[in-house]
């Protein structure tokens, strides 16, 4: 069981919108920041959003983020089927002194 | 440009130590902390550390605190993990992962991975 909540799975097809969302609490994403990291199979994640919002360079602007209260949500507009991935949330825990992250969400691009 | 490149893959009985490098080039190793993450098969990612490679100061997650050793040598600019006391739980591919920004957790540069197979 994560810290951090993600729905298992989420899909959409080509060009389409979707939000992947990753609950947390007042000690976790209520008073610190969200990051997202993308991974391929059998890959390295990637940084996708840092500090809720920031998109590092190469990062395209149809990857974005948000966050609000103990909750935060990331968006891939215009999904395309290279997409395809695993997405994870993360974000500090104050009690635990740990960053932790969430379950993953796999997304298909039907 | 930056890169990490980790040691290769370990084969290990249970209740043996494992110890992985992380060998970093493009960039001082001193300047960016230093995580490591895990993931079991089909499983998600789990923080395990993390290192301020000036410093040798270390912070680990209670879950491994006892049973982990992260350490450094600035001269080869290559960080380790070492873990103990080993079980079929510990099966894993680990990372090494810097942080660019102190306290921020965006870690922006991954190692490849090292898979750890833990088997009698």
């Known amino acids: 069981q994560s810290v951090l909540t993600q729905p298992p799975s989420a899909s959409g097809t080509p060009g389409q919108r979707v939000t992947i969302s990753c609950s947390g609490s007042s000690s976790t994403i209520g008073s610190n920041t969200v990051n997202w990291y993308q991974q391929f199979p059998g890959t390295a994640p990637k940084l996708l959003i840092y500090r809720n919002i920031q998109r590092p360079s190469g990062v395209p602007d149809r990857f974005s983020g948000s966050k609000s209260g103990t909750s935060a949500s990331l968006a891939i507009s215009g999904l395309q089927s290279e997409d395809e991935a695993d997405y994870y949330c993360?974000?500090?825990?104050?009690?635990?002194?740990?960053?932790?992250f969430g379950g993953g969400t796999k997304l298909t691009v039907l | 440009q930056v890169q990490l490149v980790q040691s290769g893959t370990e084969v290990k009985k249970p209740g043996a130590s494992v110890k992985v490098s992380c060998k970093a080039s493009?960039?001082?190793?001193?300047?960016?902390?230093m995580h490591w993450v895990r993931q079991a098969p089909g499983q998600g990612l789990e923080w395990m550390g993390m290192i301020n490679p000036d410093s040798g100061a270390t912070d680990y997650a209670q879950k491994f605190q006892g049973r982990v050793t992260m350490t450094r040598d600035t001269s080869t600019s290559t960080a380790y993990m070492e873990l103990s006391g080993l079980t079929s739980d510990d099966t894993a591919g680990y990372f090494c992962a810097r942080e660019f920004n102190y306290g921020a957790g965006n870690f922006d540069f991954w190692g490849q991975g090292t898979l750890v197979t833990v088997s009698s």
């Open positions: 493009g960039y001082r190793l001193t300047d960016y902390y």
């Open positions: 993360a974000s500090w825990h104050d009690s635990l002194n740990a960053w932790v």
